[in-house]
């Protein structure tokens, strides 16, 4: 089978690591680098002995497949152009700014029998792989991810930046409709929500508390899965996962702490824990999730199938994301009519619809 030849766009550091993967791949070609930025496309350019380029466009005609890793407001242009060119893509996360564009993306790419990918890495740690096999159906999800401000992503909130990591990870795990959602957030550095908390109810009854925070002293990745069967604790940094499985007599409500006589009281004490909420520990091995996401867009390619993270799976992130950034920017701080509201804290603002007033579209994400 001959090499995929292939090209990133955006030479900033993720784009970096992803032409790195491309480049040390055995079954694919790395073409070029393309950034308008020349000491970064240099520099990756001669990293990986390959073609440094100051935009896309040198690389219609010359490519099968293509790596988006540029700011998130150039996505969606610039995956347009690719995938009308015939070019299967990887979007780097989120797919787009807003849903609207992220459901045009889908449709072109499905239009054109080509693969749409979006690069949510973390469905590829294994701790969570493990996590989704172990708890089904999940009817509770707490979810905290906080970094440092990097000046990276400075183009979107943490809602995009962070929160949508698991975002995603929550809607593979959840097979059913969003019922409500409630969030609010403030802007700490920026024009942007850097601290962020959403509740989602679904319609199966599970409700998913997501948090993110990108001005924290405390680097976190965290979750924890409740269902009616069982715990799962996920530690996304150390790649570790613990599971609690209640026993079968607490599983049929068959022990009765009101009937137990003061010595079983005494002994439950003890051996309650062990005997009846058995914990199991388990720690995986490293492993460079995204050489394997990489290695999983080739593979969608060449064996024409869906990647892992298709390109509606990353538009129902981004509708969700939107859905939450609508609720934080009407999030009212105080009771009084003009009182502060949103990521920011401005004074709510009243507009008397006159004949010719029409409501504006829906809020981008971001």
Request: proline letters at 5%; aromatic letters at 6%; charged letters at 25%.
């Amino acid at each position: 089978m001959s090499k995929i030849r292939t090209a990133v766009v955006g030479a900033g550091r993720l784009g970096g690591f992803h032409a790195l993967k491309l480049y040390q791949n055995p079954h694919v070609e790395l073409v070029a680098v393309a950034d308008p930025f020349a000491p970064n496309r240099h520099r990756v350019a001669s990293e990986c002995f390959c073609e440094s380029l100051p935009d896309h466009r040198g690389l219609l005609g010359r490519i099968d497949a293509a790596i988006i890793a540029t700011p998130t407001g150039l996505h969606y242009d610039l995956a347009k152009q690719l995938l009308e060119a015939g070019v299967h893509l990887l979007v780097e996360k989120p797919l787009c700014n807003d849903s609207a564009d992220a459901d045009a993306l889908v449709a072109l790419a499905r239009r054109k029998n080509l693969v749409l990918q979006v690069g949510h890495v973390e469905r590829f740690n294994p701790a969570f792989a493990a996590a989704a096999e172990s708890i089904q159906s999940p009817k509770y999800i707490d979810a905290v991810r906080a970094s440092a401000y990097t000046f990276r992503s400075t183009d979107v909130g943490a809602v995009l930046d962070l929160m949508i990591h698991d975002i995603d990870l929550v809607l593979s795990l959840v097979k059913s409709r969003v019922r409500s959602v409630e969030a609010l957030g403030a802007s700490v550095v920026g024009g942007h929500e850097d601290v962020a908390n959403a509740r989602i109810a679904f319609e199966c009854g599970c409700v998913a508390n997501l948090s993110a925070s990108r001005v924290s002293y405390e680097a976190v990745r965290r979750m924890q899965l409740w269902s009616l069967q069982g715990f799962g604790s996920i530690d996304f940094a150390n790649r570790s996962l613990s599971v609690v499985r209640p026993s079968d007599a607490l599983l049929r409500r068959e022990f009765d702490v009101d009937l137990l006589a003061p010595e079983e009281i005494e002994r439950q004490r003890k051996s309650f824990a062990g005997e009846h909420l058995p914990r199991e520990e388990r720690q995986f091995d490293a492993v460079d999730a995204l050489a394997l996401e990489v290695q999983d867009f080739i593979d969608s390619i060449q064996n024409r199938r869906d990647p892992r993270v298709t390109g509606e799976a990353g538009r129902d992130a981004v509708s969700l994301a939107e859905e939450i950034l609508d609720r934080i920017h009407d999030h009212a701080w105080d009771s009084s009519q003009d009182g502060p509201a949103g990521p920011r804290a401005l004074p709510r603002r009243h507009t008397i619809p006159a004949p010719h007033f029409t409501l504006p579209s829906r809020r981008v994400a971001g």
